[in-house]
């Protein structure tokens, strides 16, 4: 079936930093991939939908300056985190969705998740 | 807005238990709806969809039924294992700027001793 990662995992900064994690579709084309960030016993929260070769679109209150999407080919989307401070830790979660007309659909596929701990 | 609400957790059964997890939604128009599972250490994974209303979604022993009377799209299994500890977040479907993002619900975690 149809595979998403991410990379890292799990990562610690220090503040002031930036932090690049990358999500794949690994046997898939995604025109669309979203970022989610999921907060303690709280639901996921969409961030930002991005298109391929297109600029991301980000949800209301959700700094785009603050959180850079870039989706650039079709199997991959990065989310960086920049200057990043202790209230940006969190699990941050992307989702890849298949170019139309494949057969995944219209089905969103997840990554595992990458856990952000800033220091 | 389009929100969805389900019960907290967690849930502990014994294994062969019946299992009900509570979802209801606020939304307009009509929303698809789903339930999606998340194993320990891995990402979210379709567990099953309803599309329209009076829907019946089903999939590993798991079925809900699309109620747009109650709003609802209520979790069950019949007789759950131990493989089934998760969590599971329903989810509904909405378009935006012409194109459909998820809602989520906060998650309800499943655990099931033997």
């Known amino acids: 079936g149809a595979v998403v990662s991410q990379h890292p995992s799990r990562v610690i900064c220090k503040s002031g930093t930036s932090v690049k994690i990358e999500c794949r579709s690994l046997?898939?084309?995604?025109?669309?991939m979203f970022w989610y960030r999921q907060f303690p016993k709280k639901s996921l929260m969409l961030m930002a939908t991005s298109n391929e070769g297109s600029k991301a679109t980000y949800e209301q209150g959700v700094e785009k300056d603050k959180f850079l999407i870039n989706h650039a080919s079709l199997t991959l989307s990065t989310l960086t985190v920049t200057s990043a401070h202790p209230e940006d830790s969190s699990f941050y979660i992307c989702s890849a969705r298949a170019t139309p007309g494949q057969a995944t659909g219209e089905t969103q596929y997840f990554g595992p998740g990458t856990r952000l701990l800033v220091l | 807005g389009n929100s969805v609400t389900q019960m907290e957790g967690p849930v502990t059964l014994s294994e062969e238990a019946f299992l009900t997890i509570n979802c209801t939604y606020t939304a307009t128009g009509y929303p698809s709806l789903f339930w999606y599972v998340q194993y320990p250490g891995e990402g979210l994974q379709l567990l099953l969809k309803a599309t329209k209303a009076d829907d019946k979604g089903s999939n590993k022993g798991f079925e809900a039924t699309y109620r747009k009377e109650t709003t609802s799209f209520h979790l069950e299994k019949g007789s759950v294992q131990v493989s089934d500890s998760a969590v599971y977040f329903c989810?509904?479907?909405?378009?935006?700027?012409?194109?459909?993002?998820?809602?989520f619900g906060k998650g309800t975690m499943l655990l099931v001793s033997p």
């Open positions: 046997d898939f084309q995604a025109t669309t």
């Open positions: 989810a509904l479907r909405r378009m935006n700027s012409g194109y459909s993002t998820l809602t």
